[in-house]
T-cell receptor
Framework: AQSVSQHNHHVILSEAASLELGCNYSYGGTVNLFWYVQYPGQHLQLLLKYFSGDPLVKGIKGFEAEFIKSKFSFNLRKPSVQWSDTAEYFCAVKSGGSQGNLIFGKGTKLSVKP | NAGVTQTPKFRILKIGQSMTLQCAQDMNHNYMYWYRQDPGMGLKLIYYSVGAGITDKGEVPNGYNVSRSTTEDFPLRLELAAPSQTSVYFC??????????FGPGTRLTVL
């Protein structure tokens, strides 16, 4: 069965620190990859996605992610976090054969200290 | 566009009661989904639909039912509520297999 692993359950950073959240998946075929963010009390919003092409994907609010096929990874990065980035971040994978169904990781909670 | 809307926002049920969680989208998306979110567990797919009249089970369908009579609406039915169904429920929709757009969620507590 497909699975998505997010390595960190809770990350605490100070403002201006750099961020990297890990995401690995366990499917060997064609995949579409997503990062969603859930701000406190809000619903999930799309940060960025990778379908094909340039493996370095830029999203909203200065976030980017790099798809490394050989490592089955899609890590999320941001050079300098802000207090407003405090949220929970979910990596999700859709395999080429599924009917749009996403497999979500368990999420990483990011707390940014002002 | 309102996007994906869900009602109610909060609900407390007693064990054995039933209820329907409503979900509607105005983006003319053909695909719709129901997820539950439990702390530290991410989102689990309950049911999904690829079009009106077509539904299928996801990862955790037990205790739930769905119907899709129109493109816009995708209600989720709990017949005999159990404490294990205490969760936050999210509805989502997408155009084919592209990006899913999520509703604001329904927080359900079963006591």
């Amino acid at each position: 069965a497909q699975s998505v692993s997010q390595h960190n359950h809770h990350v605490i950073l100070s403002e201006a620190a750099s961020l990297e959240l890990g995401c690995n998946y366990s499917y060997g075929g064609t995949v579409n990859l997503f990062w969603y963010v859930q701000y406190p009390g809000q619903h999930l919003q799309l940060l960025l996605k990778y379908f094909s092409g340039d493996p370095l994907v830029k999203g909203i609010k200065g976030f980017e992610a790099e798809f490394i096929k050989s490592k089955f990874s899609f890590n999320l990065r941001k050079p300098s976090v802000q207090w407003s980035d405090t949220a929970e971040y979910f990596c999700a994978v859709k395999s080429g054969g599924s009917q749009g169904n996403l497999i979500f990781g368990k999420g990483t909670k990011l707390s940014v200290k002002p | 566009n309102a996007g994906v809307t869900q009602t109610p926002k909060f609900r407390i049920l007693k064990i054995g009661q039933s209820m329907t969680l409503q979900c509607a989208q105005d983006m003319n998306h053909n695909y719709m989904y129901w997820y539950r979110q439990d702390p530290g567990m991410g989102l689990k797919l309950i049911y999904y639909s690829v079009g009106a009249g077509i539904t299928d089970k996801g990862e955790v369908p037990n205790g739930y039912n769905v119907s899709r009579s129109t493109t816009e609406d995708f209600p989720l039915r709990l017949e005999l509520a159990a404490p294990s169904q205490t969760s936050v429920y999210f509805c989502a929709s997408s155009f084919s297999v592209d990006t899913q757009y999520f509703g604001p969620g329904t927080r359900l507590t079963v006591l």
